[in-house]
């Protein structure tokens, strides 16, 4: 089966550094996407990762272990603007669907 | 700009009553996506396009069909809205096999009353 965790809800300060982790276990592996929803809009993409380690975008760092079914994003110097949904997602297969988890509500406090 | 657009944004319809989304991309993308999405829950995926390929996802139920007339655009048809149909519905298109990545659109709002 395909099944993808990551924590429902987490809470954070202006300034700080969180990290939202996913595990998965799917019958496929493509790689491993992290979007950023707020409500009531689309989803909006953030990082891929297909290889193991780090992938780094500015405040914002994504990291994926292979072998784990293992990932996690990392948002650093928070904003309050942060605040919203991280969806991850694992593409696999030659269909090239995305599986996505339920999705970590984040709150950023001032 | 190149982009997914989707039209409109809030659709209201009656019970029972057929309603049409619709989807329509500048990238010139080999794959078309609809996803289904609940409040408080994760984008679910429908149905997509390769090409003209249909591909339905095993859960969808037949209330729900697809149209895709060319590359740009793409149809969701509700044939018969239930009150549990209420949700955004997602498109999004992707390269194809040799990109993974999905870009998505912003979405309908269904109301169905």
């Known amino acids: 089966g395909q099944n993808i965790d990551q924590p429902t809800e987490m809470t954070a300060t202006e300034g700080a550094i969180v990290q939202i982790n996913c595990t998965y276990q799917t019958s496929g592996f493509n790689g491993l996407f992290w979007y950023q929803q707020h409500a009531g809009e689309a989803p909006t993409f953030l990082s891929y990762?297909?290889?193991?380690g780090l992938e780094e975008k500015g405040r914002f760092s994504s990291f994926l272990s292979r072998s784990k079914g293992y990932s996690y994003l990392l948002l650093k110097e928070l904003q309050m603007k942060d605040s919203a949904s991280y969806l991850c997602?694992?593409?696999?297969?030659?269909?090239?669907?995305?599986?996505f988890g339920t999705g970590t509500l984040l709150a950023v406090q001032p | 700009d190149a982009m997914v657009i989707q039209n409109p944004r809030y659709q209201v319809t009656q019970f029972g009553k057929p309603v049409t989304l619709s989807c329509s991309q500048t990238?010139?993308?080999?794959?078309m996506y609809w996803y289904q999405q609940k409040s408080s829950q994760a984008p679910k995926l429908l149905f997509h396009y390769y090409d003209k390929d249909f591909n339905n996802e095993a859960d969808t139920p037949d209330n729900f069909q697809s149209r895709r007339p060319n590359t740009s655009f793409c149809f969701l048809d509700i044939r018969s809205p239930g009150l549990g149909d209420a949700a955004m519905y997602l498109c999004?298109?992707?390269?194809?096999?040799?990109?993974?990545?999905?870009?998505f659109g912003p979405g309908t709002r269904l109301t169905v009353t």
């Open positions: 990238l010139n993308h080999n794959v």
């Open positions: 997602a694992v593409t696999g297969g030659a269909t090239n669907k995305l599986i």
């Open positions: 999004a298109t992707s390269r194809g096999s040799d990109s993974y990545e999905q870009y």
């Open positions: 990762n297909v290889l193991d």
